[in-house]
């Protein structure tokens, strides 16, 4: 018999699920709590349902249909989870704590692996085996704070996978993180490489949370050597499409750029790209490309950094520079890769 899958249901699944059992509604509710507040790690640990009912949850179902696998923590207290699904496949995320603030990030997979290409990712050498359901997407926030104890009060979708090649099964997430989870859409952030009839349809539904674009290029050309995805949908066309995105939705996109050196820093890439997104209503984050030794690329020195910041903040816009986190664990910014699925 399959077991009923408690994490990710709303409390009318639930109480469905314990009237069927003679349960009645009020135990139910005490669920939801134990799951969406306390986040417990066993069944066990949800003290006030009598003994009895916690061994009918414990023969009829069970709190998550993933399992923790491994946990690695970096010198900057930046931890790494390697999540295994029911099947047998690896997901990766991340929880990071900024200092001087109370903020809990987590960097969440959408997919095992990814066929996006990009040159620069670790997660694209690993192909793609599928899209993560509802329930898994969710449940890596679930076993994170149940491992931890913590309260996640920020959602990136940064982790493995396109997320926008997985759409329902993320609307489907970010709903019960934002009723569930009580997680506000302003907390939650979706990046995408751009798959333009998707960014479409996020403009069409109003999409509340932030969407941060994967550009890392000024141009078409150098984008697409870099991002296969921009063959398909170019560099212009996707510029407009943001164009429309943040008229519709009234919200400011996060255009993400990873500096790498040689291929995309230079002074002349910095004036392009700040004339390209001139009239897109956008912040950027600058990325400092996360270098380990089987990269093929390099990060570009301090210096080049600070000069490309310079011209894009002189041409108006707000720039930020992501702090690297975790590179001791591989838990860096697109270091992502599951190594324990090769072994
Ligand atoms: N598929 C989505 C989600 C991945 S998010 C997307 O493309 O946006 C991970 C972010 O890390 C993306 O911006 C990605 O381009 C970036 N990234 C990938 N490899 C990197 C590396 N080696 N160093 C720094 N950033 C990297």
Redesign the pocket.
């Known amino acids: 018999m399959e077991k009923f899958v408690l994490t990710g249901k709303t409390l009318a699944e639930l109480e469905q699920f314990m009237l069927e059992n003679s349960q009645t509604r009020y135990r139910a509710k005490q669920i939801y709590n134990w799951i969406y507040i306390k986040s417990v790690k066993t069944i066990n640990e949800m003290t006030d349902l009598p003994v009895v009912t916690r061994e009918l949850l414990e023969q009829k179902a069970v709190l998550c249909s993933i399992s923790l696998k491994d946990k690695q923590i970096s010198k900057d207290g930046t931890m790494k989870f390697l999540f295994e699904t029911d099947d047998g496949n690896y997901a990766e995320a991340v929880l990071m704590r900024f200092d001087n603030r109370a903020n809990l990030t987590a960097c969440i997979s959408t997919q095992v692996g990814?066929n996006?290409g990009?040159t620069?990712?670790?997660t694209a050498k690993l192909g793609f085996k599928r899209n993560l359901t509802v329930e898994e997407i969710i449940q890596q926030i679930y076993c994170i704070q149940a491992e931890t104890g913590l309260k996640v009060t920020n959602i990136v979708?940064?982790?493995q996978?396109?997320?926008l090649m997985n759409l329902d099964n993320m609307l489907g997430a970010i709903k019960i993180f934002r009723e569930q989870f009580q997680v506000g859409a302003r907390r939650i952030t979706v990046?995408?490489?751009g798959i333009i009839p998707k960014i479409n349809e996020l403009a069409a539904l109003d999409f509340q949370s932030t969407l941060?674009i994967?550009l890392?290029a000024p141009n078409q050309e150098i984008r697409e050597n870099i991002m296969p995805i921009a063959k398909k949908y170019k560099f212009d066309e996707l510029i407009s499409t943001l164009k429309h995105y943040t008229q519709i939705t009234g919200r400011r996109v996060t255009i993400?750029y990873?500096l790498m050196k040689g291929i995309n820093d230079s002074v002349e890439s910095a004036y392009q790209l700040a004339k390209a997104i001139s009239k897109l209503k956008s912040n950027v984050n600058l990325?400092?490309?996360?270098?380990n030794e089987k990269?093929i690329y390099k990060k570009p020195s301090n210096d080049t950094v600070q000069k490309f910041k310079y011209i894009l903040e002189a041409s108006g816009k707000k720039v930020t520079i992501r702090l690297e986190r975790g590179a001791d664990i591989d838990a860096?910014?697109?270091?992502l890769s599951a190594k324990f699925q090769d072994k």
């Open positions: 990814c996006m990009c620069f990712c670790a979708f940064m982790g996978g396109e997320p990046s995408t490489c941060a994967s890392h993400e990873v990325i400092i490309y996360n270098q990269s860096a910014c697109g270091q």
